[in-house]
């Protein structure tokens, strides 16, 4: 699986998921930080990659206008420190061991994914 780390999360989310044998690269490493989401959305589609993020924008199923259908996790946190959020973010490496997001939205929160299947 390929991932790619929006801007919004701490770097460890992106080694966590490098030690657990994964091909990632971050929004920061292509010098997108900052960008559109649509921007962010083409990329991910182009180069095949599940986004991980904060950005509840990606949480619309109905996709805002010019926001492409991509496949994505996102992490919703009722605390936004730095250790919950990596805390969620490794509560889900034995999921991703099991089954793929591809084609995929997941909602993860500490009690529950949603997982919903994109048109």
């Known amino acids: 699986m390929k991932f790619k780390i929006d801007e919004n999360l701490p770097v460890e989310v992106a080694d966590l998921r490098r030690d657990g044998g994964f091909n990632v690269d971050t929004v920061h490493d292509e010098r ?25 924008d ?3 199923i109905s996709r805002p206008p010019g926001l492409v ?16 959020i990596i805390e969620l973010a490794r ?24 997982i919903r299947p994109l048109a």
Do not use: C, N, Y
């Open 58 to 60: 990606f949480a619309d």
């Open 32 to 56: 997108l930080i900052g960008e559109p989401d649509t921007s962010i959305a083409l990329a991910v589609a182009a180069e095949g990659r599940i986004l991980v993020t904060l950005d509840l």
């Open 69 to 84: 259908a991509i496949s994505a996790i996102v992490l919703r946190s009722k605390a936004q420190d730095k250790h919950s």
């Open 91 to 114: 509560m889900l490496l034995p999921l991703l061991r099991q089954r793929t997001p591809e084609r995929e939205l997941w909602i993860v929160q500490k009690e529950r994914i949603r």
